[in-house]
């Protein structure tokens, strides 16, 4: 029981500890002149994958490669079909030009390089393993994403750029130091419940990183979309969703390879398959000839539905 309680208590306190620690960099960031639109185009997006990157960088220094490759492959299909779906069923999402030049283009070439380096094609490797190079390869795409999204930062919306608070230099320090602090403690709960829980159902640790885990760490995400759809703000919410996914690619995968090699198991091949379908399903729905276009409540109960039908069959399979 005990393992349970500090399961959950764990998650509680990571996505309080990210909160704290990107609220805090954040405002130190606009103490010292940064523009709230840079701001929010790194600290708070890096903020967004900061649950998936503390629990894989604990699942990573045990070697519990399953649980690593599990919570982002997971986390994605969640951010793609069950986020993007509800807000859509919600309020239909009008999609910037600018999801359809690019984000999406990225986020599919993010999960075929995942299918090339796990599968080990055109290295001519006996093992599946995503290892140190395929890791630092991976960084490396993460780093030429982050110069793609500041060529274009001319381009991007500025309405949103109030929104980030400006606390004295003391109180971003202390929110800095409880967000750091939140990160290591709730993300070694998380892991060392996640292969507790694992061990005691008898089941693999790519499964609970595919269910449970990814769930928790994209329910911030999602409740977020679920607001903004409500407010009839959902334009953020696939820009959200597919720069979630992005980084969880590059920034979080990439930095678990290189700090241990991730043993991939052939059955995941099922979820690379289901992200490339929905990534392409997403690429259609959202892009008619040269123009942008809108995702419909019809379009999002298909997206909704394919996540509970990936849910029920990685439970029941």
């Not at 960031?29 to 940064?34: A, E, F, N, R, T």
């Not at 381009?155 to 929110?175: C, H, M, P």
């Not at 449970?212 to 759809?229: F, G, N």
Request: one cysteine or more; aromatic letters at 10%.
């Amino acid at each position: 029981m005990i393992v349970y309680i500090l399961f959950v208590l764990g998650f509680v306190i990571l996505i309080f500890g990210a909160k704290f620690l990107v609220d805090g960099a954040s405002s130190i960031g606009v103490k010292v002149g940064l523009s709230q639109l840079i701001i929010g185009l790194t600290i708070v997006a890096f903020g967004t994958s900061l649950p998936e990157l503390v629990i894989n960088v604990f699942a990573s220094l045990k070697g519990s490669s399953g649980l690593a490759i599990g919570n982002v492959l997971g986390s994605n299909i969640m951010n793609t079909l069950l986020i993007i779906g509800i807000t859509a069923i919600i309020y239909p999402i009008k999609v910037d030009s600018l999801i359809c030049k690019r984000d999406s283009w990225i986020n599919l070439i993010a999960i075929l390089l995942v299918a090339i380096l796990a599968n080990d094609l055109f290295f001519g490797k006996q093992e599946k393993i995503i290892d140190r190079v395929d890791g630092i390869i991976l960084l490396i795409f993460f780093i030429i994403m982050l110069y793609v999204l500041f060529s274009n930062i001319g381009k991007r919306n500025n309405s949103d750029e109030n929104k980030i608070i400006s606390y004295t230099y003391s109180k971003s320090i202390i929110l800095i130091i409880l967000g750091s602090l939140g990160l290591f403690f709730g993300g070694k709960w998380i892991v060392s419940g996640a292969l507790a829980i694992s061990y005691e159902l008898g089941v693999s640790e790519s499964t609970i990183g595919l269910t449970l885990v990814a769930a928790a760490t994209s329910l911030p995400e999602l409740v977020t979309s679920i607001v903004a759809a409500l407010k009839k703000n959902t334009d953020i919410a696939i820009g959200n969703a597919l720069g979630s996914n992005i980084f969880n690619i590059f920034l979080v995968l990439g930095t678990s390879a290189t700090i241990h090699p991730i043993n991939f198991e052939s059955s995941l091949n099922i979820e690379i398959g289901i992200l490339i379908v929905a990534s392409l399903f997403l690429m259609l729905v959202i892009r008619t000839g040269n123009k942008a276009r809108t995702i419909t409540r019809l379009e999002g109960v298909f997206l909704t539905l394919g996540y509970f039908i990936f849910l029920f069959w990685s439970i029941f399979s």
